[in-house]
Nanobody, 115 residues
């Protein structure tokens, strides 16, 4: 089974930092990619960042230079260090994992950045 649980969201002022974490509490953890999406009210879901099983990392243009994604070797956790936060970063952030068989999603954690 796969159970993805996010944590670390909260309220922060513009320019501040937050660190999100996604933990797979299930028994399956062999993923070829894990990453993060976000969705603001009234907006389409936006891909944010991903890390592959080889360690390759990609970011959306909107977060390049500000966010850093990382994970442990077993890919049981994936983190998102968010620096220089902007009000436009306000959204529910959800982690995801992709295996050779299926796609999995966490429940999401709220990030609110005040101006």
């Amino acid at each position: 089974q796969v159970q993805l649980v996010e944590s670390g969201g909260g309220l922060v002022q513009a320019g501040g930092s937050l660190r999100l974490s996604c933990v797979n509490s299930g028994s399956q953890f062999a993923f070829y990619v894990m990453g993060w999406y976000r969705q603001a009210p009234g907006k389409q879901r936006e891909w944010v960042a991903a890390i592959s099983s080889t360690g390759a990392i990609n970011y959306a243009d909107s977060v390049k230079g500000r966010f850093t994604i990382s994970g442990d070797n077993a890919k049981r956790t994936v983190n998102l260090q968010m620096n220089s936060l902007k009000p436009e970063d306000t959204a529910v952030y959800s982690c995801y994992a992709r295996s050779t068989r299926d796609n999995y999603w966490g429940q999401g954690t709220q990030v609110t950045v005040s101006s």
